[in-house]
């Protein structure tokens, strides 16, 4: 079967770093994306790995370990505007034609 | 990036009455779009993906008669809701691929989504 887990909520301060955890096993793996969600609208993409290590964009960076099935997503200098639901997703097998399965989403909320 | 659009962005219907949504790409064509729905507070769960020119295919626990998906054209796919009931109020969100775009940047662009309420 198909099993990704995130926290359900977090909580973190304003100009802070937060880690949002994300582990997974599926049948296969083309790689992992992390998306921001804010409340009633559609996701936006952060970020893609497919390789172990670490990519950085800007304030945020995401890390992946293919043999323990785990990455995170990394917020430096948090902002009010950050506050939002966070969702991994894996693209489980190969030319499937880009099929996602989405994590529960982690609700992240940014208090000054 | 590209864009997707999906038409209407919220709709309130009567128990029992069908529901079209649309999902349209505006600057590229999609062969292969994919239909989410999310609860409150709850992720995307993927209901299907439709296939530009055959049939969709659906995820297990999905009815297909329920959930009827034509994807007539490259830059458009509908989903139609029959016989809405309560239990169908939910958010419904497409996104579609741009198969010019290398797999390693974003894969899927998402539509707006569509609030659907069914009194």
């Known amino acids: 079967g198909q099993n990704i887990d995130q926290p359900t909520e977090m909580t973190a301060t304003e100009g802070a770093i937060v880690q949002i955890n994300c582990t997974y096993q599926?049948?296969?793996?083309?790689?992992l994306f992390w998306y921001q969600q804010h409340a009633g609208e559609a996701p936006t993409f952060l970020s893609y790995?497919?390789?172990?290590g670490l990519e950085e964009k800007g304030r945020f960076s995401s890390f992946l370990s293919r043999s323990k099935g785990y990455s995170y997503l990394l917020l430096k200098e948090l902002q009010m505007k950050d506050s939002a639901s966070y969702l991994c997703?894996?693209?489980?097998?190969?030319?499937?034609?880009?099929?996602?399965?989405f994590g529960q989403g982690t609700e992240l909320s940014v208090k000054p | 990036g590209a864009v997707v659009s999906q038409h209407p962005s919220r709709v309130i219907c009567k128990s029992g009455t069908s529901v079209k949504i649309e999902c349209r790409s505006l600057?590229?064509?999609?062969?292969?779009m994919f239909w989410y729905r999310q609860f409150p507070k709850q992720s995307l769960m993927l209901m299907a993906t439709?296939?530009?020119?055959?049939?969709?295919?659906?995820e297990q626990g999905v009815e297909k008669d329920k959930f009827l998906i034509n994807h007539a054209s490259l830059t458009l796919s509908t989903l139609t809701v029959t016989s809405a009931h309560p239990e169908d109020s939910s958010f419904y969100i497409c996104?579609?691929?741009?198969?010019?775009?290398?797999?390693?940047?974003?894969?899927?662009?998402f539509g707006p989504g569509t609030r659907l309420t069914v009194l």
């Open positions: 439709s296939n530009e020119g055959s049939k969709a295919t659906y």
């Open positions: 599926t049948s296969g793996f083309n790689g």
């Open positions: 997703a894996v693209s489980p097998v190969f030319n499937q034609g880009g099929k996602l399965i």
């Open positions: 790995n497919v390789l172990d």
């Open positions: 600057d590229f064509q999609a062969t292969t």
């Open positions: 996104s579609a691929r741009d198969p010019l775009v290398p797999r390693s940047d974003n894969e899927q662009f």
